[in-house]
């Protein structure tokens, strides 16, 4: 995770080694060698890995979002799990930046950090978003729902938008300026998908749609 920090460059501030374990090399920082035991005190994992860093966040904002194609926008998202995934789906999709409205959990939060696999440090992030604030990223706004729009597979992608996830509780807010809905079809029991499953299954339909697909 470490090395994927460094690629996606950001800083790292310090290195945490325990006895055995090695700093990664080209990280860069402040390296600190722990006493033995130490890092299982200090983890927020029953089974640590043997070198922890502190890393600095970036200070990024709709404005660093140049001309943006494809955005994902999560509102009041609070599964840490959740988020980790989208992170991923976005990443490798090549989404150009998700925005996190307030009230969505910390991107930072190691659980977030873990189940995005690395994808954090590569996919543009701007946290505590508010409401208002949509309008800069000069896009229109496409919400999900299990019940009304057209389907994702038949919408147009292919156009420039920000697709909007609602909250995993409550859905999207209804004082959201949504423009246009799109639907997820289903035929199962449930109510509606898991917002990350959900959010993977329209970026990448507006990828193939993009491709010519």
């Given at each position: 995770?470490?090395?994927?920090?460094?690629?996606?460059?950001?800083?790292?501030?310090?290195?945490?080694?325990?006895?055995?374990?090695?700093?990664?090399?080209?990280?860069?920082?402040?390296v600190l060698d722990l006493a033995?035991?130490?890092?299982?005190?200090?983890?927020?994992?029953?089974?640590?890995?043997?070198?922890?860093?502190?890393?600095?966040?970036?200070?990024?904002?709709?404005?660093?979002?140049?001309?943006?194609?494809?955005?994902?926008?999560?509102?009041?998202?609070a599964d840490p799990g959740n988020?980790?995934?989208?992170?991923?789906?976005?990443?490798?999709?090549?989404?150009?930046?998700?925005?996190?409205?307030?009230?969505?959990?910390?991107?930072?939060?190691?659980?977030?950090?873990?189940?995005?696999?690395?994808?954090?440090?590569?996919?543009?992030?701007?946290?505590?978003?508010?409401?208002?604030?949509?309008?800069?990223?000069?896009?229109?706004?496409?919400?999900?729902?299990?019940?009304?729009?057209?389907?994702?597979?038949?919408?147009?992608?292919?156009?420039?938008?920000?697709?909007?996830?609602?909250?995993?509780?409550?859905?999207?807010?209804?004082?959201?300026?949504?423009?246009?809905?799109?639907?997820?079809?289903?035929?199962?029991?449930?109510?509606?998908?898991?917002?990350?499953?959900?959010?993977?299954?329209?970026?990448?339909?507006?990828?193939?749609?993009?491709?010519?697909?």
């Amino acid at each position: 995770m470490i090395e994927e920090a460094v690629a996606g460059g950001w800083e790292i501030e310090a290195q945490f080694v325990d006895p055995k374990g090695r700093p990664v090399a080209g990280a860069g920082g402040h390296v600190l060698d722990l006493a033995p035991h130490v890092m299982e005190r200090i983890a927020s994992t029953e089974s640590p890995q043997p070198v922890l860093a502190v890393v600095r966040n970036p200070q990024t904002s709709i404005a660093d979002l140049v001309e943006p194609s494809l955005v994902v926008v999560c509102d009041r998202v609070a599964d840490p799990g959740n988020l980790g995934t989208i992170l991923r789906s976005a990443e490798a999709a090549g989404v150009d930046g998700v925005v996190l409205l307030a009230g969505s959990v910390d991107p930072f939060n190691p659980k977030v950090v873990r189940a995005s696999a690395g994808a954090l440090f590569h996919v543009r992030v701007v946290v505590d978003v508010a409401m208002h604030e949509l309008q800069q990223l000069g896009l229109p706004l496409v919400g999900t729902s299990s019940h009304r729009g057209t389907p994702y597979t038949t919408s147009d992608l292919s156009r420039p938008f920000a697709l909007v996830m609602g909250s995993e509780a409550h859905g999207i807010d209804d004082q959201l300026p949504i423009d246009e809905w799109v639907s997820i079809p289903h035929v199962g029991r449930a109510e509606s998908l898991n917002v990350a499953m959900a959010t993977t299954l329209v970026v990448f339909e507006a990828v193939r749609q993009r491709a010519g697909g």
